[in-house]
Structures are given as C-alpha cells and as structure tokens.
C-alpha cells in the first residue's frame, strides 16, 4: 500500500501563492505517474477536478484548462516528493487538494480511476 501524505495548504489572499507537498516512503516512487487533483465544496469524489500531473521521468507535465500558467507540479525522486506550486490564486481555486498516484502506463492519466492511492487532501482556501 502506498501512503501519500500532503501539507502546505492553509488560507491565503487572492492573487497569493502557495506550495503543496507530497511525500511518501514508498521506495520505487520513481516509477509512479503522480497526479493533484482538487475537490471543490459540495462536490463529490468522482467530481474531482484533475490539476495536474507529471510522469516518473519529469517529462512534459500536464495541466488542467483552469490553472494553466498558474500552477507548475514539479517532482524530486530522491526525496520521493512531488510539489505544486501555485501563483495567481483566484477564490475558484478553494478546494481540498489531494495527490494521486499511477503505476503503470507513460502518460499522465486525467481521470480519477485510474489513480490507485490517494492522500488525505489538505485544504486551499482562497479569500477575496
């Protein structure tokens, strides 16, 4: 079982910037497809937005419509972390964040069900 573990979420100002964090002990890290995806208030699970993804060797990331040219996922393997980093925040960005994890296949998946681990989220607030 893989156990992702997020932080660096909390309140913030619109316009502000905030950095998430994701770290697990899992030690074949490298080889996993890593996804954020977002849960607005009053959506549910399977509602997840995806944000953003990055394959195990750091390629071309993907970003979802919303947060292009905002956002940027980053990974560092030796450190079995992957980072996002958010500028520009708007309110439409208050959600809880969770990180995803993908073994196997190349390419970042966008949908939900084909991460198998997930973390508890942490929480982005967004005020006007």
């Known amino acids: 079982q893989v156990q992702l573990v997020e932080s660096g979420g909390g309140l913030v100002q619109a316009g502000g910037s905030l950095r998430l964090s994701c770290a697990t002990s899992?030690?074949?890290?490298?080889?996993?497809?890593m996804g954020w995806f977002r849960q607005a208030p009053g959506k549910e699970r399977e509602e997840r937005e995806f944000?953003?993804?990055?394959?195990?060797?750091?390629?071309?990331?993907k970003y979802g419509d919303s947060v292009k040219g905002r956002f940027t996922i980053s990974r560092d393997n030796a450190k079995n972390t992957v980072y996002l980093q958010m500028n520009g925040l708007k309110p439409e960005d208050t959600a809880v964040y969770y990180c995803?994890?993908?073994?196997?296949?190349?390419?970042?998946?966008?949908?939900?069900?084909?991460?198998?681990?997930w973390g508890q989220g942490t929480q982005v607030t967004v005020s006007s």
């Open positions: 944000v953003a993804g990055i394959n195990f060797s750091s390629g071309t990331p």
């Open positions: 899992e030690r074949t890290f490298s080889t996993y497809i």
């Open positions: 995803a994890a993908r073994r196997g296949g190349v390419a970042v998946a966008v949908t939900t069900t084909l991460y198998a681990y």
